[in-house]
């Protein structure tokens, strides 16, 4: 079992940055991937980045390509998404989300937080 809770969203001018903190309890955490996923108002979930077991292995979603970093902390039980020169399209709620597949794909996700929301004023 992994618990999962995000942290750090807020209200934004563009083109300021944010930190994400997705903080994690259960002793398999270090064994699972973590991706960050975010939903708008109207539209449908997507994925945004994810970070494989060990922190080595990062992958992004285009719209966040050049702008953000995924890391984590093992021994802290972090994960962390920093995003830089924001965008109002970044406006939503941001999750974080475990999984045994190191994968962009929500379905494979076993565990979510309850979200962090995040808007972006132009």
């Known amino acids: 079992q992994v618990q999962l809770v995000e942290s750090g969203g807020g209200l934004v001018q563009a083109g300021d940055s944010l930190r994400l903190s997705c903080a994690a309890s259960g002793r398999a955490f270090r064994t699972y991937a973590v991706g960050w996923f975010r939903r708008a108002p109207g539209k449908e979930r997507e994925f945004v980045s994810r970070?494989?077991?060990?922190?080595?292995?990062?992958y992004y979603a285009d719209s966040l390509k050049g702008r953000g970093t995924i890391s984590r902390d093992n021994a802290k039980k972090m994960v962390y998404l920093q995003m830089n020169n924001l965008k109002p399209e970044d406006t939503a709620v941001y999750y974080c989300?475990?999984?045994?597949?190191?994968?962009?794909?929500?379905?494979?996700?076993?565990?979510w937080g309850q979200g962090t929301q995040v808007t972006v004023s132009s």
């Open positions: 989300a475990a999984s045994t597949r190191t994968t962009i794909v929500p379905g494979w996700y076993d565990y």
């Open positions: 970070i494989d077991s060990s922190g080595a292995g990062t």
